[in-house]
């Protein structure tokens, strides 16, 4: 496993995948059973989880985005980027309630000592890059949710969110949260008929390799479509330099998700960025978490500060 799990890393090499969230048998999905348990569907077959959990460790990159959006304070946060406190960001951390959760990491693995030692009785890590083995032997610590489809990391926001739904005896109330976040776009859509037409490409916050990173996979574009905008149709995950200009150019606005003024300063340094002016949008380093996020507390966060920044690139 790599020493550092840099957010464009992950964000230009996972893909999506079907997700397999159904629970036992013919049952709603996260149904409670007679016996009291709920039975959750991931790529690794089942797990049972019998009664509603009090000590969860959040094992992935951002599952604790939607724990905490659930009012469930987890006992071990993962850390992704950011340097933010407790690796948890603005739009979640009121959301700890002073709790102060054990920071966990993955730079050199899933960390088994620390989580038995906090003595779980259940195990997020639905973007932990779990593989059977490591999966099988979290589980012998407590019940573990892993990833749904064939994707170790990052698969689409709304399968991930389901399962955690599911696993802690709340699938309806998931999916209010889900349906709110799309209420969310889709307002913005609304209020922004200009957007109608208007082509977009979502974009790394760095040059790289000689060229620019398109964020995916697909999904994690669909929330541009969501506000009514047209991304640019492309296969490529990096840009290459030689076609860097003719393939920005088939934008009518470019969304970088840059974290810092140094990053944006050293992207207008490049003549062929510099020369498309107003077409450019530079996020910020809480926008390009909140996308990098994908999750139920920060697209919210997206919705809302995304589409002036759009809206005034367009003018």
């Known amino acids: 496993m790599p020493t550092r799990w840099s957010r464009r ?49 959040s094992a992935g990159l951002t599952d604790a985005d939607d724990l905490l959006a659930l009012g469930v304070v987890p006992v071990a946060v993962t850390d992704w980027f950011g340097a933010e406190p407790f690796g948890v960001w603005p739009w979640a951390f009121p959301r700890l309630g002073g709790a102060q959760p054990v920071v966990l990491n993955l730079a050199d693995g899933v960390q088994f000592e620390q989580i038995t030692a906090l003595n779980p009785d259940l195990i997020v890590a639905t973007d932990a890059g779990l593989d059977r083995d490591t999966y099988t ?121 840059t974290e810092s003024d140094e990053e944006q300063g050293a992207l207008l340094a490049d003549p062929t960025i510099a020369a498309l002016e107003k077409r450019n949008v530079f996020t910020g380093k809480e926008i390009a978490g909140a996308i990098a996020y994908a999750s139920t507390l920060s697209y919210p966060v997206v919705a809302e500060k995304l589409p002036p920044m759009i809206a005034a690139a367009q003018s």
């Open 9 to 57: 890393r992950f964000l230009a090499t996972t893909a999506g995948a079907a997700a397999l969230l159904g629970g036992c048998g013919s049952d709603k999905p996260g149904t409670v059973a007679d016996d009291g348990s709920v039975t959750v569907a991931h790529a690794f077959g089942e797990t049972k989880i019998p009664a509603p959990p009090t000590r969860v460790v």
């Open 137 to 257: 032997r979290l589980s012998a610590v407590a019940p573990t949710i892993p990833q749904s489809g064939r994707d170790a990391f990052f698969e689409p926001w709304k399968d991930r969110a389901t399962a955690i739904g599911q696993a802690e005896f709340r699938h309806d109330d998931m999916q209010t949260l889900i349906a709110d976040v799309d209420a969310k776009f889709g307002a913005v859509k609304d209020a922004n008929p200009r957007f109608a037409g208007t082509k977009v490409l979502l974009l790394g916050g760095t040059l790289q390799r000689g060229g620019v990173q398109v964020l995916g996979p697909g999904w994690r574009r669909e929330f541009l479509t969501a506000m009514g905008l047209t991304v640019v149709d492309t296969d490529e995950s990096l840009i290459p330099r030689d076609r860097l200009a003719a393939v920005l150019d088939s934008a009518d606005v470019l969304i970088w998700t």
